[in-house]
């Protein structure tokens, strides 16, 4: 397999405030995919991104696969980005399976 | 389409007792993942499906662990007996070779 790391593991934010995480791999991935796990549980997928950059309202991601990074964007945080953020990701000899990092837990306060 | 549906969403049980979770993945979708979270070990994949034949199932913690997937649209999960370390979250996801996973909801299992 490989090794996902995501940094920090932890994040404290005003509400407004602007916040960056990343993913490192360990191997060169061509599947790549950021998961939110809200404070209900739920994993909901926000981008799956094996390379280049995508946006979707205040959220952004951009993965350099050579480079094995991928970053996720939060801007103008709101308390419903609380959560756990999860990146995940594969490569050609993993098939369709992802490895997850060990998250970034992140809380907004009002 | 009604994404990734498991059930039950919980499920209590007394230690000894088997326990099945169910999983009906999105239609098309060829790859199928069992998946355990607890605080302590966090997501740990127990075991994958593609086109319905398992295909890594490294990650089962031991022979009270099986699962199935007997057609393209269901799969199960038993565990026979249960035990109170058995309790977690267990998550059933869908994939698309070139897609990204889809997460089901979730059966939050308790064993007492």
């Known amino acids: 397999g490989i090794q996902v790391e995501q940094s920090p593991p932890d994040l404290i934010l005003q509400e407004g405030a602007n916040s960056t995480l990343r993913c490192n791999f360990s191997?060169?991935?061509?599947?790549l995919q950021w998961f939110h796990q809200n404070p209900w549980g739920q994993l909901i997928n926000l981008f799956y991104?094996?390379?280049g950059t995508k946006q979707n309202g205040r959220l952004s991601a951009t993965t350099v696969a050579t480079e094995r990074y991928s970053l996720l964007y939060i801007s103008s945080s709101q308390t419903t980005d609380s959560g756990v953020y999860f990146c995940?990701?594969?490569?050609?000899?993993?098939?369709?399976?992802?490895?997850f990092g060990t998250g970034t837990s992140l809380t907004v306060i009002p | 389409d009604a994404g990734v549906i498991q059930s039950p969403r919980h499920e209590v049980t007394e230690m000894g007792q088997e326990v099945t979770l169910r999983c009906k993945p999105i239609?098309?979708?060829?790859?199928l993942f069992w998946y355990r979270q607890t605080m302590m070990r966090g997501l740990e994949l127990l075991i994958y499906?593609?086109?319905?034949?398992?295909?890594?199932d490294s990650g089962m913690p031991e022979d009270r662990f099986s699962a199935k997937m007997p057609n393209a649209s269901f799969s199960t999960l038993k565990i026979q007996p249960s035990e109170p370390r058995d309790s977690a979250v267990y998550f059933c996801?869908?994939?698309?070779?070139?897609?990204?996973?889809?997460f089901g909801s979730g059966t939050r299992l308790t064993v007492v």
């Open positions: 996801a869908s994939s698309h070779t070139g897609l990204g996973y889809t």
């Open positions: 191997d060169s991935v061509n599947n």
């Open positions: 991104i094996p390379s």
């Open positions: 995940a990701g594969g490569t050609a000899n993993t098939g369709n399976q992802f490895y």
């Open positions: 239609s098309g979708h060829n790859s």
């Open positions: 499906f593609n086109n319905n034949v398992p295909i890594d």
